[in-house]
T-cell receptor, first 112, second 115 residues
């Protein structure tokens, strides 16, 4: 199993541009989530999904959209990038009954 | 609302000495508690969890954590630190009842182990 994969590893955007961060898992996990990591802030939940076709907002959802058309994929869309969205983004997944989460390697995003 | 606090931004330890990374929590109901480690430029790796049972939980890489209900703490410990233990450590609590919900993370503690 590849586990949780994320692409790209690094991206530079200009303010106002849009992009999609990709996340995929091959473990047939029901739960998937997106976090952002900022210095001194820990990890904050952006959006999550409890299964295909179901998504919900986390702590910091503004400026981000998600969809869950398949069990495997959970892309995160930035509609109009802002410098405040400069961060490291982590995708995570777990089985519905599991207690620990598997994290992807992260995407480092710089918005100029 | 569920929350966790890691009161120390950084912990410095000499190699071979015991280490403790502190975590306190605030939850309604029974806490589901976790420790994760993040090495530079890597994702988070699961270390250990407390769900129920023995208050001393053993995890990966020789780490253990002690659950203390009266002090609402879940401190991470290791009897003898290694330089390779240097990393960022996160305490987390499950948001929601039982196994449901997402993880709420503390702000992280940077552990530095010097030779």
């Amino acid at each position: 199993n590849a586990g949780v994969t994320q692409t790209p590893k690094f991206q530079v955007l200009k303010t106002g541009q849009s992009m999609t961060l990709q996340c995929a898992q091959d473990m047939n996990h029901e739960y998937m989530s997106w976090y952002r990591q900022d210095p001194g802030m820990g990890l904050r939940l952006i959006h999550y999904s409890v299964g295909a076709g179901i998504t919900d907002q986390g702590e910091v959802p503004n400026g981000y959209n998600v969809s869950r058309s398949t069990t495997e994929d959970f892309p995160l869309r930035l509609l109009s990038a802002a410098p405040s969205q400069t961060s490291v983004y982590f995708c995570a997944s777990r089985d519905g009954g599991a207690l620990s989460q598997y994290f992807g390697p992260g995407t480092r995003l710089l918005v100029l | 609302a569920q929350s966790v606090a890691q009161p120390e931004d950084q912990v410095n330890v000499a190699e071979g000495n015991p280490l403790t990374v502190k975590c306190t929590y605030s939850v309604s109901g029974n806490p589901y508690l976790f420790w994760y480690v993040q090495y530079p430029n890597r994702g988070l790796q699961f270390l250990l969890k407390y769900i129920t049972g023995d208050n001393l939980v053993k995890g990966s890489y020789g780490f253990e954590a002690e659950f203390n209900k009266s002090q609402t703490s879940f401190h991470l410990k290791k009897p003898s630190a290694l330089v390779s233990d240097s990393a960022l450590y996160f305490c987390a609590v499950r948001d929601g009842g039982g196994s449901q919900g997402n993880l709420i993370f503390g702000k992280g503690t940077k552990l530095s182990v010097k030779p």
